[in-house]
């Protein structure tokens, strides 16, 4: 079984459910470290719908947290999640505005590699 990630009837990801619940589970936590719903609804029927606007915005605050921390622990935490965040702002044709010029280069590389694991259709 496998859920897909939508925008409308767009898909964005279509992972496995155990994958999906994980990734659900991690942003509920996300949210409340940043303070701002994720913008990713709940799965209904192998569905889960992105509210581009909010889950770009919640993007961005974890960004954000990660570039102005120095602690290790947290950015290894959030780091493959926020890699898989940003594939999706991308596929739905978004952007996140809070990458400093200084880890442009790093969040662009991981993003693409990513983009190559994680199937859409």
């Keep these: 079984m ?10 964005l990801w279509n992972p496995s459910n155990s994958v999906a619940t994980l990734f659900l589970d991690q942003a509920e936590a996300f949210s409340r470290l940043v303070g701002h719903s994720s913008g990713l609804g709940p799965i209904v029927e192998d569905e ?3 509210d581009v606007a909010r889950f770009q915005k919640f993007t961005g605050l ?4 990660y570039q102005d921390s120095n602690n290790r622990t947290l950015r290894s935490l959030t780091e ?3 890699v898989v965040s940003l594939v999706l702002v991308q596929r ?5 505005e809070e990458i400093e010029q200084g880890y442009a280069e790093m969040w662009t590389a991981l993003r693409e590699a990513q983009d190559r694991a994680m199937p859409d259709d």
């Design 92 to 96: 739905a044709g978004g952007e996140v």
């Design 62 to 65: 974890l960004v954000k947290r």
């Design 2 to 11: 496998s859920c897909y990630f939508q925008v409308g009837d767009r898909d």
């Design 48 to 50: 889960c719908q992105v």
């Design 80 to 82: 493959g999640f926020i």
